[in-house]
């Protein structure tokens, strides 16, 4: 069974903090991760994947994650988070070189950055 | 900003009514992809096509939905009887020219269905 799994469902943080969002995945064969991002009442935009290689990967405005196999772990993190950044962050994961119908989401984690 | 574009942004609808939502992929692109985000943020694929081909669709898709990406219009996807359980936001996405696992989303159409 292949599942992706958001353990928080909200994070809130103030304007210059740090976060991470966690994201576990549960997934046989070679795989591939990724996080979008959902500003409120709009589409899904891409920020960043792995499928191999270097593990820390870089996403757009700051974004990066880090991919760990052993912890099945692939969380997203930012050294300083904008008021902008408050919006839903999706963990995805399928399998590599599958089609996007493939394609498993978690249930989002919801960023609140306070000014 | 998403090179997807989608029409309407909001659709409300009483149910039984045919709700018709509409999609321009990325220019030139030949897949398209419609998926379903209900209010517990959860997703559900619904169909796809290449072209003016359906690749694959699941069987919810099949009883009650038509779609169509017709040459030179834009794609569609219409629910020809709505129910309440149909409210949600379809999402339409054009894949990475890389690789079909990383997609690109419009903004959604969001239907409520009365």
């Known amino acids: 069974t292949q599942t992706v799994s958001q353990s928080d469902a909200h994070v809130t943080v103030f304007e210059g903090d740090s976060v991470e969002l966690r994201c576990n995945y549960s997934?046989?064969?070679?795989?591939?991760l990724s996080w979008y991002i959902q500003h409120h009442g709009r589409g899904l935009q891409f920020l960043l994947k792995?499928?191999?290689?270097?593990?820390v990967v870089q996403g757009v405005n700051g974004f990066k994650a880090e991919f760990s196999k052993s912890d099945s772990s692939f969380h997203l993190r930012k050294a300083s988070v904008h008021w902008s950044d408050s919006a839903v962050y999706f963990c995805?994961?399928?399998?590599?070189?599958?089609?996007?119908?493939?394609?498993?989401f978690g249930i989002g984690t919801l960023l609140s950055v306070k000014p | 900003n998403s090179k997807v574009i989608q029409t309407p942004r909001y659709l409300v609808k009483g149910q039984g009514q045919k709700a018709k939502m509409r999609c321009i992929p990325e220019k030139g692109h030949p897949v398209v992809f419609w998926y379903q985000q209900n209010k517990n943020n959860e997703f559900k694929f619904l169909i796809n096509f290449q072209n003016q081909e359906v690749l694959q669709q699941i069987d919810m898709t099949e009883k009650r939905f038509s779609a169509e990406c017709p040459s030179n219009s834009p794609c569609s996807l219409e629910i020809q009887s709505s129910e309440a359980g149909d409210s949600a936001l379809y999402l339409c996405?054009?894949?990475?020219?890389?690789?079909?696992?990383?997609?690109?989303f419009g903004s959604g159409t969001r239907l409520t269905v009365l």
């Open positions: 996405a054009s894949p990475d020219w890389g690789g079909a696992e990383t997609l690109y």
């Open positions: 792995y499928y191999s290689g270097n593990p």
């Open positions: 995805a994961v399928a399998g590599y070189g599958s089609s996007g119908n493939k394609l498993i």
């Open positions: 997934y046989g064969g070679s795989i591939y």
